[in-house]
């Protein structure tokens, strides 16, 4: 009959493991192909994907600061991650909410996982960065994906959704103190 191992040694196996197996997803996630350009701009309509578009901007706007920063174009309705070389790491198009930030820096102040939004819908990757009129204004995605229903005639949303994974590669980039550079 073969030796019991003790149930810490199989869970600190199953951890190693765990911890290996993330560590080789992250580096090919790392590797892997990183769009710098989307098709698509945001639509009106609650169940509507995004649509394509003839033009795509795929410079970082000018005016909008150097180093690594996040660059959100109020005009645009986009959005490029942009790192210490200037290069820019990825960038696609958002569903503002209706309260927008002036034009200028700011710096990501806080951070939340998960939550519900102020229109019903679940959410995650929030990053606050601004206030305006009393409405804190964050970067987020629906967690199953979808643009955000139209708000309601008065209702002032800050909110600026995206899609899942931009949502997602936003997180991973913009930690607590990024540079967020508004333009118009």
Known sequence: MPARLPSWAWVSG??????????VLGVQADKGSHPT??????????????????S???????????GRR??????????????ASEATRRTFTVWPGSVSPDPGTYTVSSRNAATT??????IEHIMYFA???????????????????????????????????????????????TTVTVVR
Do not use: C, H
């Open 14 to 23: 199953l951890t190693v493991g765990a911890i290996a197996a993330v560590t």
């Open 37 to 54: 350009a989307t098709s698509a701009k945001p639509s009106s309509t609650a169940s509507a994907q995004p649509t394509p578009t003839a």
């Open 56 to 66: 795509v901007p795929a410079r970082v706007p000018d005016g909008s600061g150097t």
């Open 70 to 83: 996040v660059v959100y174009s109020l005009g645009e309705k986009r959005v490029w991650l942009v790192d």
């Open 117 to 122: 939004g102020s229109d019903g819908v679940q």
């Open 131 to 177: 206030a305006k009129s009393g409405v804190s204004v964050a970067f987020s995605n629906a967690v199953d994906g979808a643009s955000p229903p139209p708000a309601a005639s008065g209702t002032k949303t800050g909110g600026v959704r995206m899609r899942k994974a931009d949502g997602s590669a936003l997180w991973a980039f913009g930690t607590v103190g």
